[in-house]
């Protein structure tokens, strides 16, 4: 049934950014975001996201915030939910979500459910093992499993519907050549019905399927309960900062202590304004830098210090920038 406003069991997330900028992707797809965007949430509602701590108040402010301010839960938009909104019903929920799992599944049923129908479908043992093994490295599961695809009536061992991808696990009776000439005869039907198939052998290395189909398959889940918010030295990657920004980062990660991570959106009344350009970390303290070279600079930096975070504009052309980076920690 649809949620309505008296009986709201369903939580709906969508993109702000037109098209989409691959955010609900990295959600399922990548293990650290859901506890992360937890932690995130925790400090936005005025708790310390490592010990729980209730701050009691938006940093920078005096005045306590019991249930909701506008620098955490208000907003303009959500005026008529004002009412119920309450961050002190946040921190047990937001808490276990930092050590969160996320586990997808294909269908609107939980992934449990959608796995034993799928296990349940297929014959061979060969077939149940490769069902087994994505789960357990909590990689996509296909849509279907021995469906018959309409107008060609081949029927792949597994299917994922929306990719438009059928697959086909070849056990040892497939080593002859009059099966071969079959499994090629049911490759160009499929193929001329617009889909994808692959094809591997019970003897192939699946590691190496698995690795060769990224976007389909997903990566394996990382385990989460290492922390996971603080990006070391190891984790950075170049290509997330403009090429005249990674010398700058570069040299920021080489710094003991200081832990970089790439631009987040910066969002206020529930508009996206724009990606800052980094957050910098140092012990307890947290900078925002925001690129002073770009047009939504002002906006951005005016609502991360209205959200109460440390805002250090910089320019990529700056001499020093790297001191003025690190000087700003000690202010
Ligand atoms: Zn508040």
New binding site residues.
Partial sequence: ALPSADDRQHILLYEAAEGGAGVLRRLVEDAATVPAIARLALEI??FDSDSGRDRRH?RGARED?EA??Y???LSYFNQRDHRLLD?QLLPDLLRAWTQATVRTSPAPVPRDNHLLRLLNLCQPELERTWIRKLDQAGLRLPTDAQRLVEGCRVRPDFLYQEDGVAIFIDGPPHDTPEQRAKDEQQTDALEDQGFTVIRFGHGEDWELILERYPTLFGKPAVPTNQSTATPSHDELDPDDFAAEWRVIVERLVSVHGVAVEPGNEVIEDGRVLDLDLATVRKGDIVLRLVDDGRLTADSVADALARQGHRVVRVSATETDVVKRILSAFEE
């Fill in positions: 509602v005025h938006p915030c909701a301010c620098d955490c839960l961050r």
